[in-house]
């Protein structure tokens, strides 16, 4: 697991690659805690475009994060799924939890 931590204006984005799976859960845990201190009005956005396992204990930092307003980004089927199962469980807006991705700039061109 590779934990990294990008600030923009608008937000920190704790970017997460690999497997969310023991003892990695603890280490983002203590990150977002970290990066939770120096928000200062930005949001949170969790990353997990290149996550490719998430484990129950993994599940469970996922889910507190949700509970603290966390934003997710992701690409796949699979952690699209976690996450709504997830907002299911403590009744919340699945859609309210992932970011939009913004359309590239060959996007923008191809709809002209």
Known sequence: MKISVTHTRSQCR???????????????RT?????????????????LEN???IS????????????D??????????TKHVLRQL????????NDLIERARSSVREQKRKK
């Open 14 to 28: 704790v970017i997460l690659e690999g497997r969310l799976v023991a003892p990695w859960d603890a280490e983002l």
């Open 87 to 94: 907002a299911r469980q403590i009744k919340k807006d699945p």
């Open 56 to 67: 129950q204990e993994g599940e469970k930092v996922l889910l507190q994060l949700i509970n």
């Open 31 to 47: 990150a977002c805690a970290g990066v939770k201190g120096e928000l200062n009005g930005r949001v949170l956005v969790i990353d």
């Open 51 to 53: 996550v490719t396992v």
């Open 69 to 78: 307003d966390a934003k997710f980004r992701c690409r796949g089927v699979f």
